[in-house]
Every structure is written in structure tokens, then in C-alpha cells.
């Protein structure tokens, strides 16, 4: 089997593993391990167990970052439930006008930018 496509495989059972609402990133074919389980040369069959770890980050499509998900709440409440969700770092709020209390009650009139 080439390990090109080994490589693409496993690149490929990684990203059907990562949740909605993140991206693999990082991936190091290079750090992937492979074990011979088991071989039938006669029928030409193996099994190979595989190890490989990778990063994900979070993408704008996450459900828990949709601008729905944060109509209409206060500030801290917002905060609060951006910084709960897992990968995430920081979170920064800015309203406009300055004086306004809570995020707007539409979600189109809501703005995001993730870093």
C-alpha cells in the first residue's frame, strides 16, 4: 500500500472524527504510528492498527458560535457562553452605540470575527 495514500486515509478518517464546527489543522503525517496486527499472505490481507494525533480549531460554522445562539443577551451572559465552548481563548464584545447593555435582538444586526 504507498503511504501517500496511507497518509490520505488517515487524513481522512481524522477529519470524518473532528466535530461540526472545527477543522483539522496541523496534521504531521510524519508522527503517525503504524502496527502490524495481523497478516494473511496467503489471501493477501493485513490489519494495521494506527495512532495518529492532530489538532482542530474552531470554525464559524460551530453551532455554539452562531449569532442566534446570542440574541438579545447581556454582555457577561454572552462572555460567558463564548468562553464555556471548548477552544475557545478569548472572547471581546464591543457594542455600538457604546451605551448599549445587551447584543442586539436580530441576529443579522450581530457581527463575528474568530482568530
Same mark, same amino acid.
Given at each position: 500500500?504507498?503511504? &501517500? +495514500? ?5 487524513? =481522512? ?6 466535530? $461540526?464546527?472545527?477543522?483539522?489543522? +496541523? ?13 494473511? =499472505?496467503?489471501? $493477501? =490481507? /493485513? ?11 474552531? &470554525? ?15 454582555? +457577561? /451572559? /454572552?462572555?460567558?457562553?463564548?468562553? /464555556?465552548? +471548548? ?6 464584545? &464591543? ?17 463575528? =470575527?474568530?482568530?
Amino acid at each position: 500500500f504507498p503511504r &501517500t +495514500d496511507m497518509e490520505a486515509l488517515v487524513r =481522512t478518517k481524522l477529519k470524518e472524527r473532528i466535530p $461540526e464546527g472545527r477543522d483539522l489543522v +496541523d496534521f504531521d503525517s510524519s508522527r503517525v504510528l503504524y502496527r502490524l496486527e495481523q497478516a494473511d =499472505t496467503g489471501v $493477501e =490481507t /493485513a490489519r494495521v492498527v494506527v495512532k495518529a494525533d492532530a489538532m482542530s480549531r474552531l &470554525t464559524s460554522s460551530n453551532p455554539a458560535l452562531r449569532p442566534e445562539a446570542l440574541v438579545s443577551m447581556s454582555v +457577561d /451572559a /454572552a462572555k460567558q457562553k463564548l468562553s /464555556a465552548v +471548548d477552544g475557545v481563548e478569548f472572547v471581546e464584545i &464591543t457594542l455600538r452605540p457604546s451605551w448599549a447593555r445587551k447584543l442586539p435582538g436580530q441576529k443579522d444586526k450581530i457581527d463575528m =470575527t474568530i482568530e
